[in-house]
């Protein structure tokens, strides 16, 4: 045996003795030896995996974890090999086993990939080869799979090195476990001088593609509230790409040569030890729940690691709330690091120039011709003249970004790092300059991009530090499955999105939203409440808190009262307009006259308007849908005529709506008249007010004409059709039968138990005892139901014909199924019931866990409450569903308390039965669970 082969540690000495006891005599060849053998190997491996284990105290201890595990693999994986060559010499000679990748780095999580390569001699024989595939049976009895084609010479190493950059990377951390020595030194010498040496750029540049790629497939923000650890941006691979950067191009993984180098400072090189430990500690506690190598940071797993690392709740955030703002802040720490080395790199040439923030823009400016002002331009971007400069003038802070955005540079990251070390300046004087106060204005207003500028504004500390208010938000989490960033990213969506609808650029999705964006004449009022819209978030009533902090801010951005005033009423009633259009009855006039009476303009009805679809929009993908897009359009319409005009609100609701449905009612049966005038004058009395103020001319003739065939076949017989509404983003059914009681629960009973999600549903009760139910339904996925499937469809509307004609019994369930993420939540259930709402019923809101069938088992309870339906709104946020039911009792409201109370217990049995089921199903599964935030 060589001097390579003795033990590097007592461990080793002592895993090794125990080893050669385990094997005897009797060698490998024998299944008991090598039984014994085996066993002796995992309790290694175990021991390892608990001594990685005791380091993780607190949120410190994962990388020092993760060394220690990989440290006691690689002493169990030398053990194994020299006691197989020590059997076998001819076999092993010239063989080496060797780690690279994350594990040659010296770095191993409790289910990450070992990452191994046997390398073997130019001139392997069949002795050799059955060396080789005793190591490999033995690595696979021991559950490490080293991959196929991991047995290689040199020169298909390097062979392989030099058509694939991911193999390149590899080999960066190529290191030596067992074996010849000698052959792991000349690979790692030869891999320098024939493939790094003269590739620099040509590397760095692939692994930056490479980059890329891999966030847009993980998600490209780092804001979204389920992570990806390992690939995400901002996570442990950008902290690895950083590293083999530096590997391939220095030649050494020291800290010290990094800074010897000046590619990263002091205080740089501690905020990468600070994100790598807490990252892999989040990761060992990941695999460690997950049971596996998952790298997805669910809300199934949130809550348990927060526990796990200490995060403990505060009167304004949840412990697991905490620890995902620590997460997004480290992630953000990462993207300056990671955005510093490749400028650092760039000055090297090692890397392409930027492309600056023209990449958002259709023109771009030369750099030759640019006005940087006061400012440089260094490597393509924008940064100070001098070292003093923001000491001499702290507005130059704000005016920098104001040049940037405005002359559409990137801004150097050694500029982004003057300004975090120097926001000191940004005191009280400071915020009430009118000089700074300015050059924000210009950036939010006039910049063409202003969601990248103020993002980079938001991770350099500028701007929470500017105003305060916003800076309370930044990396905040709300802990439920609706939103999907961080709320800071939530708001800086909504300013793109705002720009954007300036910009005509979402004339189909927003036509409501892009014609009057130019009538509104408080620009600067809406910009800053799309801004400071959630700052009151996590503090009470988000909407009151909210505006209160925005009166602040506006008054030391310079703004007057009047102004002031405005910014801070559409903050606290940006959550009105949704909550009416999604929740209320828009054909009743009461709905319209309360809501009106809180706008009480124009101009704040159109204000209103973009805050809230720039709002729900940012929510998150699928959030934004055609049916809410109808419900707004439907809600202005209704509600501008009553403001254009005075006198009483409920009689002008009233007569406006009256209006709106003559003329709806006149277009239709006046065109019906020249064909089917018996139809026409059927159709012009049958259907209330209520159905020609909320339906389009489109669904009009459309459902007229449904109507008019179903009627000629005969009254007796019910009638169903199924279309694919592209406007809507949802699958329209139409229903025509006579009407009986249970008659809506019955049909959405049948929806749920085909499937479909009712994202919207209109109750239509004819004067002829006819029923014209419309439902808008959605497949899991929230794409139209059976859109890529007419048979599915066809399937459902055979279904449901049975249902409503009677030839067969829906069939009613309510198991709950666990879903992965939703069963983290505990959702409290709650109702309310109003008469003031409605002047001719009861309006019952009931709010609570959604899953399969809510809706359906609601409607079967109202019904067997003696209830009539007049009409539903169905809305969901995330884990929670509302669901709103106007309702009578033989014509009129509800006012007998005895029969409230008996309506209330029924439903909210109803409601409380999902969370139930999966208390217990969590509970039987060890599912930790926390309370949902506030969802909006």
Known sequence: MTASFLPASLESLKLRARLASAMSRDGWDSPSARKAGLATLRASLETSRNSANTLLAGDHGGAAAAHALADGVSVCLGALFDSLAA???EGARGVALCAQGGFGAGELAPYSDVDLMLLKPGSANGKTDEFLQRVLYALWDLKIDVGGGACRTIEETLELAREDASERTALLSLRYIAGNQNRVTKLA?????????????????????????????????????????KAGKGGLRDLQLMRWLALFLYGA????????????SVDDVERYVAADDFLWTVRFHLHQLAGGKDERLSFELQPEIAKRMGFEDTETESGVERFMRRYFFTAMHVGSLTRLVCSKLEADSRKAKPKNLARFLPNMLTLETADTGSFILRDGRLDFANPTQIADDP??????????????????????????????????????????????????????????VLRLMTEAGLLGRYIPEYGDIVARTQFNMYHRYTVDEHTLQAIGLLREIEQGLHVDEHPLSTGI??????RRALHLAVLLHDTGKGNGDQCIEGAARALTACERLGLDAEESELVAWLIEN????????????????????????????????????????????????????????????????????VLQRSGDAVELAREALAEKADAGRSRVCDRLQRSYPEFADFWREELDDTYWVTSTEEDRFRHAAFAR??????????????????????????????????????????????????????????????????????????QPFGWDDPYLMDELVAYVREIVSGAREVERSRETALKRSGAAFKVTPYLNFSNDLSDSATVIEASGRDRPGLLADLSDMIAKQGLSLHSARIDGYGERATDVFYVTREGAQLTDEALKAEVEEALMNVLSEGEAQLEAQAAQRGIARAPASLLR
């Open 517 to 522: 964006i130019s009538e509104i004449k408080n």
């Open 189 to 229: 010498k030869r891999f320098r001088d024939e493939v790094v040496s003269g590739d620099e750029i040509a590397f760095v540049e692939a692994k930056l593609r490479e980059r890329d790629a891999r966030i847009e497939k993980a998600g490209r923000s780092r804001y979204t509230v389920e992570p990806h650890l």
């Open 253 to 264: 993984d020291a800290f010290e040569r990094w800074v010897g180098d000046r590619l990263l």
């Open 574 to 641: 940006h959550l009105l307009m949704s909550d009416t259009a999604q929740r209320r009855d828009i054909g009743d006039p009461r709905t319209i006259a309360d809501f009106a009476q809180v706008v009480g303009s124009v101009e704040r009805l159109r204000l209103l308007t973009v805050l809230t679809v720039v709002d729900i929009r940012s929510v998150g993908p699928g959030v934004w849908n055609g049916w809410k897009a109808q419900l707004m359009r439907d809600l202005y319409a209704a509600v501008e005529p």
């Open 87 to 89: 059997e076998d010499p």
């Open 395 to 452: 507005a130059k802070l704000m005016q920098f970004f104001h040049v940037a955005a405005s002359r559409q540079f990137d801004l150097h990251p050694e500029a982004v790092a003057r300004i975090g070390r120097t926001l000191s300046h940004v005191d009280d004087d400071y915020r009430r300059d009118p000089r700074v106060a300015r050059a924000f204005f210009a950036v939010l207003l006039d910049a063409p991009a202003p969601m990248a």
């Open 709 to 782: 065939q179903a009627r000629a076949r005969g009254d007796g017989e019910a009638a169903t059709a199924i279309r694919v509404d592209r406007r809507r983003k949802a699958t329209e059914l139409m229903i025509w039968t006579e009407d009986r009681f249970g008659l809506f629960a019955d049909l959405v009973s049948a929806l749920a138990r085909r499937g479909a999600d009712i994202v919207g549903a209109t109750i239509n009760t004819t004067r002829s005892g006819k029923v014209l139910d419309i439902f808008y339904i959605q497949d899991a996925g929230s």
